[in-house]
């Protein structure tokens, strides 16, 4: 159940901040010790998303629930550290270096040991904020010959990316949908997306560091490499001795353009925002996906999250690569008042007869200020 405690706003984590940088025996300020850390959790601004987080709890019964800002900043906090000692990638080790570490029980906003969340909470908090009917179970990672149908090459197409299966089709149903206002497919991260956007993108607008009326964006996928195994494992402790064991059960064959071999993982798709004063790219959306979605239908799908769930923004031009050169694409950003800047796939049937009817060559480089 949702209260009062259950959530505490910035004023008083900023309070509880400076009131715990003199209770902690250091021999300097913490906020020198700790330059990024403290910076990154002063500026963030938590009380936007109050209202997505107090949604996914009952109002007027059950256990009542406490302190899920500190859940919240602590993964942000390991994110920050992940890949480093002492937590690395696990995330029962950093609870337990969290109750070690006077200085991030502080940031997270716990002014005590007692009060910190268990591991259990972080994982039940995860299950809730996923917005999806169907969670992961046992049974879904003991699959037997998973990935039996898809060890063979994939398909390579004139971009030099792999074939989906019905691909043009896809892409002209998932457009229709977002011309018609519906989601042409599930989006169980939307909770995900409205907290980045409420709070990252929101941030840097306010800020400066993103011009919301004038926007060129770029859209590309990068290969994820899994380091599961793709056979699974025999688990011995099992009676069928059939069952593996998969320990990544959404993981893919696919081929790795860059590298020019196949690879087992995922997608990760990207939009990305050009600031020309500070010559950087900021990210204002990302989609985690499946690795044989092609790139032209990881894009539908991200426009249509990104148009629902990002706010503030609104592009003017959007630069794609090759894999995204059909109608569908260019016809729907151009219905939307948004320049298409698409790089022919000179090895598609679309263009080889020339550009189509109503089409035109731009030149390459365009000013950012146009």
């Known amino acids: ?58 109002q007027s019964q059950g256990a009542p629930v406490k302190n899920l800002h500190q859940i919240l900043r602590s993964f942000l906090l390991f994110s920050m550290t992940i890949g480093t ?27 005590s040991v007692d009060d910190l969340p268990g591991l259990g909470s972080y994982y039940r908090f995860m299950n809730r904020l996923w917005d999806s009917p169907t969670l992961l179970s046992r049974s879904d990672l003991l ?31 998932a457009a229709t949908a977002i011309n ?15 907290i980045f956007s409420l709070t990252a993108i929101a941030l840097s607008v306010s800020h400066g560091l ?7 964006v770029s859209g590309d996928g990068t290969c994820i490499h899994a380091h599961a195994a793709p056979n699974g494992h025999h688990d011995k402790s099992l009676p069928d001795s059939d069952l593996r ?19 087992y993982g995922h997608s990760l798709y990207m939009f990305a925002y050009r600031n020309d004063t500070l010559k950087t790219e900021l990210p204002v959306f990302f989609k985690y996906t499946f690795a044989r979605r092609h790139d032209s239908l990881n894009f539908l799908f991200s426009f249509s999250d990104f148009i629902h769930n990002v706010d503030g923004i609104s592009p003017n ?54």
């Open 1 to 58: 159940m949702w209260t009062s405690s259950s959530f505490l706003d910035h004023t008083s984590y900023l309070d509880l901040l400076e009131r715990g940088k003199n209770l902690v025996p250091y021999s300097a300020p913490l906020d020198v010790l700790y330059p990024r850390e403290f910076f990154i959790m002063q500026t963030l601004n938590l009380d936007p998303i109050i209202p997505i987080i107090s949604s996914l709890y009952d």
């Open 85 to 111: 000692p002492p937590a690395k990638t696990s995330l029962t080790a950093w609870v337990d270096y969290i109750k070690m570490n006077p200085v991030y029980r502080l940031l997270i906003g716990s002014p």
């Open 143 to 173: 699959s037997y010959n998973k990935d039996n149908s898809r060890k063979g090459k994939p398909e390579i197409g004139g971009d030099g990316k792999a074939i989906e299966e019905n691909q043009e089709k896809n892409t002209i149903d």
């Open 180 to 194: 018609e206002g519906r989601n042409p497919a599930p989006n169980p991260e939307i909770n995900l997306q409205r």
């Open 210 to 216: 993103i011009d919301p009326h004038k926007m060129i």
């Open 245 to 263: 064991h998969f320990s990544d059960p959404d993981a893919d064959w696919d081929c790795d353009s860059d590298l020019k071999a196949n690879y």
């Open 317 to 370: 031009r959007f630069c794609l690569d090759s894999a995204h050169d059909n109608i569908s694409t260019y016809e729907l950003l151009s219905s939307r008042g948004i320049i298409p800047l698409i790089d022919l796939n000179l090895k598609s049937p679309l263009n080889s007869d020339g550009l189509p009817e109503g089409f035109t060559y731009v030149p390459t480089e365009i000013s950012s200020a146009g």
